[in-house]
């Protein structure tokens, strides 16, 4: 038996079976030393390209290769320890299947963070990819599920249309569309500008329906802007509108998460946030010069922090605190430190809310998105308006026009197709226009018209190549001018932005984003100052198993948890009477909050409304001096119910309560814009509406509510039933929003009852009694 043995390292084993000559039977037994190394960048390959890749484009055999993993955009390939050198040497740089890859040698010392990070992709993409599984599921269900009209009653749909080429511009191919019948005005829609949506002839379902973005919204009329040229079957009859996914979101927190092996990704934070890192210990700042002087202690304390951490700050920030007042100081002391700022939240709203705060500091901030997203006023500072002033912009749009004008010119001649090309390139079909020559077939004439054809084309290309390029670099100028930048996490993704680097990303209301979602800005930081409340309620995630495997869990929240001392806690806010609170400072803030003099006292009595309007019988409950009210229903037999068909919940004597009270604070002539009604059910909602007809009385649910205050906040609690149910009343940040919404007076209607088996409820309404605002009815 010959046995060659190389004792390097006991990794490998392979039994060679040798020599088989009859009986005579020779086992070679070869010990190889395996390592690991890291193939980054591939995109679609699999393992046959990376075999394929290191067959055709090294000198190694695959058979050197062990195991292959891939996840992602890179694979962890095993290989014999005496050809790594040569593989990294190699491959590094050249291509896997389509992809050029960077390939380096995984260190031992690298093996278990390797398999952390490995592990942390390939469970965000399994959540990420639920999520968009959901999302596209719930869209096709209710496409299939229901009829053209019916979804036209529910303003998901708008049938009958037909579109008219509107020309080109930044926002890309603009098509207007209109009722098929001339004059006819579109029926009453959900469908508004900013929103993507599917255009179809037949079949809504096909995965080649083109898809854009509205950009204008008029009665009669609705304009799409495309990315790509738009089908001609728009501009016939019978096209239908459909609301639509947006998938590019989804895409880009995969290629966030995705980039978290390469170099893309500033590595401390990336540790930080697969957890096998803490964050590092603090410099020291001295802030000489405050922008808002007005700033209290606990603000100024988390400016000061957030600027000495090297890595990841926290501010925490209870409702009314501040949270974005002190964002944006630490926004002007970074520029005024000669840092690069990216600002970024999850929704346009939220984005626009900051920068106008900004812009009112006179900072130099310009926001990237879709203007029609971005709310009028604030649409001259978007980098689409910003260029449109740059002579770059200019040149760009004449070598545009020109090159259009080319394409017009063009129809005069023959297109160089099969029909009359019979093979010949290009060059060739040149040559013989210069020589007058005819060709297989095809006269001089035709081969000079084709000639000219490609000529024009040629043109044509240099003249779209010049535009893109000058129109590149006005972009570069505008943002490289601007200190800040805002957008939203998800644009944080375009390639317009792809190839900056900034020194600290600020990403307000961070905890109503995933996780995911804050990736993708994070692939351009250095450092990051999220600002949120974990103790409201978290980013709205379809999938249930999603859900409970974790995609609500927000970053900020699992840093907060893990990292406590990278979280600063604003503790005065400036919305409530200090009655209403109180509760939710016990329950949610270690009765931390303190309120503002400015609002610690104050009351509907302010407000000068005339009380005698109010009917005799509802004075004292609507007392102005009172802030805090808990109507007790347990008594009058108000049951909730439950729709045909509906997952929601509905109480109709609480929703007449509501109206009364709602309807006397207006007799009293209290401006309708100074009260909202809540409830945590959508079903709720929508009776409340139907039964108030006011055009600025807001009716909303709980969780639409969230980040927005009134003077006057009715609460609907709706749940009423013998078996104490509470559903997801339960959670309890929920109750926190509800609670924290009304700066003068909180009006809740329950039955205490049901809501009482819960001992926060019931420490609620005890505490409510306490204040002497306890009513049964
Ligand atoms: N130091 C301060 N002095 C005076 N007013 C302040 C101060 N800080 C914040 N405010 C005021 O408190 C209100 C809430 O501030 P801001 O919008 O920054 O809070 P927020 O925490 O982001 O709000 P929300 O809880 O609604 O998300 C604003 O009207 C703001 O002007």
Redesign the pocket.
């Known amino acids: 038996m010959g046995l060659d043995v190389w004792l390097k390292g006991l990794i490998a084993v392979y039994f060679v079976l040798d020599n088989i000559k009859n009986s005579d039977l020779s086992i070679k037994l070869k010990v190889v030393f395996i390592k690991e190394v890291m193939v980054d960048g591939i995109d679609n390959e699999g393992i046959s390209d990376i075999v394929g890749a290191v067959g055709g484009e090294t000198s190694l055999d695959p058979s050197c290769l062990g195991e292959i993993e891939v996840n992602g955009n890179f694979a962890v390939v095993e290989v014999e320890e005496n050809k790594v050198e040569r593989l990294v040497d190699e491959l590094d740089g050249s291509k896997v299947g389509s992809s050029n890859v960077n390939v380096s040698q995984i260190q031992d010392s690298d093996r278990k963070k390797i398999r952390s990070i490995r592990n942390y992709i390939v469970e965000k993409n399994r959540l990420v990819e639920m999520e968009r599984k959901e999302e596209m599921r719930e869209h096709e269900k209710s496409i299939r599920n229901l009829s053209g009209k019916e979804r036209q009653n529910k303003g998901k749909t708008i049938l009958h249309l037909s579109g008219k080429d509107r020309g080109e511009s930044l926002e890309g191919y603009k098509v207007k569309f209109m009722r098929n019948r001339k004059g006819e005005k579109l029926p009453e829609t959900e469908i508004s500008v900013s929103d993507l949506v599917m255009l179809s002839k037949k079949d809504p379902l096909r995965d080649d329906n083109p898809t854009g973005t509205v950009i204008q919204k008029t009665n009669y009329s609705i304009t799409v802007a495309f990315k790509e040229k738009p089908p001609s079957f728009l501009y016939g009859k019978n096209i239908r509108m459909d609301l639509y996914v947006n998938d590019i979101t989804y895409q880009r927190m995969k290629d966030a998460i995705n980039k978290m092996i390469g170099s893309d990704f500033n590595s401390d934070l990336r540790d930080i946030i697969i957890g096998i890192q803490s964050p590092k210990e603090r410099g020291k700042t001295d802030i000489e010069k405050w922008f808002?002087e007005?700033?209290?202690y606990s603000?100024r304390k988390a400016v000061a922090r957030a600027l000495e951490s090297e890595d990841f700050h926290l501010i925490h920030?209870?409702?009314?605190?501040?949270?974005?007042?002190?964002?944006?100081e630490v926004i002007e002391q970074a520029i005024s430190r000669g840092k690069k700022v990216l600002v970024t939240a999850d929704s346009n709203i939220a984005v626009d809310?900051i920068l106008d705060?900004l812009l009112n500091e006179g900072v130099n901030a310009v926001r990237v998105g879709h203007p029609a997203r971005v709310t009028p006023k604030l649409r001259k500072n978007t980098l689409d308006s910003l260029i449109r002033d740059l002579n770059e912009y200019k040149e760009s749009q004449k070598a545009r026009e020109k090159a259009f004008s080319l394409k017009e010119k063009q129809e005069n001649y023959t297109h160089p197709s099969g029909r009359y090309r019979r093979g010949m390139s290009d060059k060739k079909i040149k040559n013989l226009a210069e020589e007058n020559k005819g060709s297989r077939g095809v006269s001089p004439k035709k081969i000079k018209e084709m000639a000219k054809w490609i000529k024009l084309n040629e043109e044509i290309d240099k003249l779209f190549e010049k535009s893109d390029k000058l129109r590149d670099k006005a972009v570069k100028k505008v943002l490289e001018n601007s200190d800040v930048i805002c957008t939203t996490n998800s644009t944080a993704g375009t390639e317009l932005i792809e190839q900056m680097d900034f020194d600290i990303l600020v990403i307000?209301?961070a905890t109503q984003a995933t996780e995911p979602s804050c990736l993708i800005p994070i692939t351009h930081a250095n450092k990051v100052i999220m600002?949120g409340?974990h103790k409201q309620l978290p980013p709205t995630v379809k999938n249930p198993k999603a859900k409970k495997e974790g995609l609500t869990e927000t970053l900020f929240e699992k840093l907060a948890c893990k990292h406590p001392y990278t979280k600063d806690l604003?503790e005065?806010?400036?919305?409530m009477n200090e009655e209403i609170m109180k509760f939710p400072s016990k329950e949610f803030y270690n009765g931390k909050l303190k309120p503002?003099p400015?609002v610690k006292n104050h009351t509907l009595k302010d407000l000068d409304l005339e009380l005698e309007r109010i009917e005799k019988t509802l004075r004292k409950l609507l007392n102005p001096e009172n802030p805090t009210i808990f109507l007790d229903t347990s008594n009058l037999n108000a049951p909730e119910r439950t729709r045909k068909d509906s997952t929601s919940k509905e109480n109709p004597k609480e929703a007449k309560i509501a109206k009364n009270i709602t309807e006397e604070y207006i007799k009293a002539k209290i401006n309708q814009e100074n009260i909202a009604i809540i409830a945590p059910y959508d079903d709720q909602v929508d009776l409340i509406d139907r039964k108030l007809n006011y055009d600025d009385l807001e009716i909303k649910t709980v969780d639409g509510f969230q980040?927005?205050?009134k003077e006057i906040i009715v609460i609907s609690l709706t749940r009423s039933n013998e078996s104490n149910e509470i559903g997801f009343l339960k959670d309890l940040r929920r109750l926190n929003v509800s609670l924290?919404r009304s700066k003068r007076k909180l009006i809740v209607i329950g039955d205490s009852s049901t809501l009482r088996k819960n001992r926060t409820y019931k420490r609620l309404i005890d505490y409510i009694k306490n204040q002497n605002g306890y009513y049964r009815i």
Do not use: C, M, V
């Open positions: 808002n007005e700033l209290n603000q920030g209870p409702p009314g605190t501040g949270k974005t007042t002190t964002a944006i809310n705060f307000d209301e600002a409340d604003l005065t806010q400036y919305r503002h400015s980040g927005r205050e924290t």
